[in-house]
T-cell receptor
Framework: RKEVEQDPGPFNVPEGATVAFNCTYSNSASQSFFWYRQDCRKEPKLLMSVYSSGNEDGRFTAQLNRASQYISLLIRDSKLSDSATYLC????????????WGAGTKLIIKP | DAGITQSPRHKVTETGTPVTLRCHQTENHRYMYWYRQDPGHGLRLIHY???????DKGEVSDGYSVSRSKTEDFLLTLESATSSQTSVYFC????????????FGDGTRLSIL
């Protein structure tokens, strides 16, 4: 089992819809969590951290479920510009090199 | 945009040749990272640096070496390139107090024939 798993997709979603995807992690000692987005053939860009109580940034909501060991990203009122691959990242330790990256979920927003 | 650049952006070379990729930052960050990205895999850490001349191995360091003689430059060298090192390479920087990389370079697409 991979340490961090994501459904590769693609998720094909009409513009304006709400979409959510999850990322599961295997290490129960994982301490911090992040979402990045990556446009095709571009570099990853930090989207948001995921806090224990859940957090929101505009149309984006991130949540953590420690009991079931997954994080989620919800996008409301999706825009064409949201089309990208979303990468989940889990910090499994207290050292800065112990980040485990998921392979990403591809999202396609259709007009 | 954050001041982090990679060079070259694209390179094609032959098996057995040495290759050096350069990462240059203008942010004066202490922490710098080299990752590779392959289809079906998450980013994997090759090497990282926590200061001038301070470097350490990551998850997939075999066949790679790094050097950091100045804060702004972090070099990745493939000592004798192999086809398995064909990949997209990203450099990243992180600020003090953070866990996650804040900014990535544009990437280098490296093909080893």
């Amino acid at each position: 089992r991979k340490e961090v798993e994501q459904d590769p997709g693609p998720f094909n979603v009409p513009e304006g819809a709400t979409v959510a995807f999850n990322c599961t992690y295997s290490n129960s000692a994982s301490q911090s969590f992040f979402w990045y987005r990556q446009d095709c053939r571009k570099e990853p860009k930090l989207l948001m951290s995921v806090y224990s109580s859940g957090n929101e940034d505009g149309r984006f909501t991130a949540q953590l479920n420690r009991a079931s060991q997954y994080i989620s990203l919800l996008i409301r009122d999706s825009k064409l510009s949201d089309s990208a691959t979303y990468l989940c990242v889990v910090n499994i330790g207290d050292s800065n090199y112990q980040l485990i990256w998921g392979a990403g979920t591809k999202l396609i927003i259709k007009p | 945009d954050a001041g982090i650049t990679q060079s070259p952006r694209h390179k094609v070379t032959e098996t057995g040749t040495p290759v050096t990729l350069r990462c240059h930052q203008t942010e004066n960050h202490r922490y710098m990272y080299w990752y590779r990205q392959d289809p079906g895999h998450g980013l994997r850490l090759i090497h990282y640096s926590y200061g001038v001349k301070d470097t350490d191995k990551g998850e997939v360091s075999d066949g790679y070496s790094v050097s950091r003689s100045k804060t702004e430059d972090f070099l990745l060298t493939l000592e004798s390139a192999t086809s398995s090192q064909t990949s997209v390479y990203f450099c990243a920087i992180r600020s003090e107090g953070a866990v996650e990389p804040q900014h990535f370079g544009d990437g280098t697409r490296l093909s080893i024939l």
